[in-house]
C-alpha cells in the first residue's frame, strides 16, 4: 500500500521560504510522477507543481519562478521549495502520487503567510 507522509509547512511572514517534503513508501518511486497541489479555504484544489520519473517539471503560472519541486528517487521523496512567499499562497498543500494505474495523496500540511 503506498503511504505519502509531508512535512515541512508552517506559518512565515510574506517574502519568506518554506520546504516541503513528501516521503513515500510502498512504491517504486522512480517511476512515479509526483506532483504538489494545494486548496485553500473556499476554493477548488488546485496544481501547484509536478514532476515526471525523468524528470521534467510543470508549475502554474502562479509559481513559476517562486517555486521549485525536485525529487531524490534514492530516499523516494519529493521536494517543493517555496521562495518569495506570499498571502495568497496560503492553503493546505497536498502531494500526490501517480502510479501506472492509481493516484494516492498525502494527508496534506499547512502553509500559512501572514502579510
Known amino acids: 500500500q503506498v503511504q505519502l507522509v509531508e512535512s515541512g509547512g508552517g506559518l512565515v511572514q510574506a517574502g519568506g521560504s518554506l520546504r516541503l517534503s513528501c516521503a513515500a513508501s510502498?512504491?517504486?518511486?522512480?517511476?512515479?510522477?509526483m506532483g504538489w497541489y494545494r486548496q485553500a479555504p473556499g476554493k477548488q484544489r488546485e496544481l501547484v507543481a509536478a514532476?515526471?520519473?525523468?524528470?521534467?517539471?510543470n508549475y502554474a503560472d502562479s509559481v513559476k519562478g517562486r517555486f521549485t519541486i525536485s525529487r531524490d528517487n534514492a530516499k523516494s521523496t519529493v521536494y517543493l521549495q517555496m521562495n518569495s512567499l506570499k498571502p495568497e499562497d496560503t492553503a493546505v498543500y497536498y502531494c500526490?502520487?501517480?502510479?501506472?494505474?492509481?493516484?494516492?495523496w498525502g494527508q496534506g500540511t499547512q502553509v500559512t503567510v501572514s502579510s
Open positions: 500526490l502520487d501517480h502510479t501506472g494505474a492509481y493516484d494516492y
Open positions: 510502498g512504491t517504486i518511486f522512480s517511476i512515479d510522477e
Open positions: 514532476i515526471t520519473s525523468g524528470g521534467s517539471t
